[in-house]
């Protein structure tokens, strides 16, 4: 389920104002003739008149010129912030992985590359996004936890990639290694180089609250998701698969739900500095607090290569 807030917009009206000009009109039923006015006199109301007007339009002549800069100000603005996101998004997005994850009915054991997954049942959904051009993934431990805790021969991942021009294909993932201590794990896919595209790995020990971030993931299997936000919190702990607490969690108001996991948590330069991994949801709605969470990307960096290495730590095998 989806929620959509419908947000009140606020409108503005500018007061209006008339300036009416004054003259006298002679009176039709006069008929004797007047004595035209002094010189001084006629100068003197002018005079007046002219600095009456003055005062008058000089007020809306400073909002008009005031509206006038914020009206420049925010056309300035929102091109550059909206064609930054695009950016981050137009970067990044190749780098996003789709991760199904499948059992095969009995009689496909034997079967072979794409006819493996026919009539397969997809038992969840998830993300990760490219490590290295080998072709290692790196998602979230409960999302490949079946595969790894398989012992029917009948678990399988398939991974979906998107390449430079848009166009879809998949792999079958392989697990390397997993940790449930810090709910990471890396699959390797057999894909030549040149197809993949490595995220640009940040740091985590420097963030701040406030400081802008995004999301991709694949929601509900809908691929390739921005959702926007900010840090929302630092050293937060929040409980990892195998029961054990995962310090320095980041948390985020960027929407992370059902099938996010897995996808990296990306700063303002394209930068992934998380794991999204967990969110608080509302009792019996399964929908998504605000409150969300990732891992941070300086624990990733730490695990990952030593799983590449030596595979799964001996005390996490099944």
């Not at 990307?297 to 095998?317: H, K």
Request: charged content about 20%; some cysteine.
């Amino acid at each position: 389920m989806i929620k959509i807030s419908n947000h009140g917009s606020i409108t503005r009206r500018a007061g209006m104002a008339t300036l009416t000009s004054l003259h006298s009109v002679p009176s039709p039923s006069s008929t004797s003739p007047r004595k035209p006015p002094s010189t001084s006199l006629s100068s003197s109301r002018f005079t007046r008149r002219t600095s009456s007007i003055a005062l008058l339009a000089s007020p809306l002549l400073f909002i008009s010129d005031n509206n006038a800069k914020a009206e420049e100000k925010k056309d300035e603005f929102q091109p550059d912030e909206e064609e930054r996101v695009v950016f981050i998004f137009e970067e990044t997005s190749p780098s996003v992985v789709f991760i199904k994850d499948l059992e095969l009915p009995a009689r496909n054991r034997e079967a072979d590359g794409e006819d493996e997954f026919r009539d397969a049942k997809v038992e969840g959904t998830g993300s990760g996004f490219v490590w290295d051009k080998m072709g290692h993934i790196v998602t979230n431990y409960h999302v490949v936890e079946k595969l790894a805790n398989d012992r029917s021969g009948l678990q399988r991942c398939q991974v979906f990639f998107e390449d430079m021009n848009g166009n879809t294909f998949s792999r079958e993932g392989k697990l390397v290694g997993y940790d449930p201590a810090y709910d990471l794990a890396v699959l390797k896919v057999d894909v030549e180089g040149d197809k993949l595209r490595p995220a640009s790995i940040g740091s985590s020990h420097d963030l701040l609250v406030g400081q802008s971030c995004f999301a991709i993931g694949n929601p509900y299997g809908y691929d390739h998701t921005l959702t926007t936000g900010v840090v929302s919190g630092l050293g937060r702990e929040i409980p990892s698969p195998n029961g054990r607490a995962i310090r320095g969690a980041i948390q985020t108001d960027a929407a992370i739900n059902a099938g996010n996991s897995g996808g990296p948590l990306i700063d303002s330069y394209g930068h992934v500095i998380g794991v999204n991994t967990a969110t608080f949801t509302r009792k019996g709605s399964g929908i998504s607090s605000g409150v969300n969470f990732a891992i941070p990307i300086d624990i990733v960096r730490q695990t990952v290569p030593y799983l590449i290495v030596y595979g799964t730590p001996f005390n996490n095998r099944f």
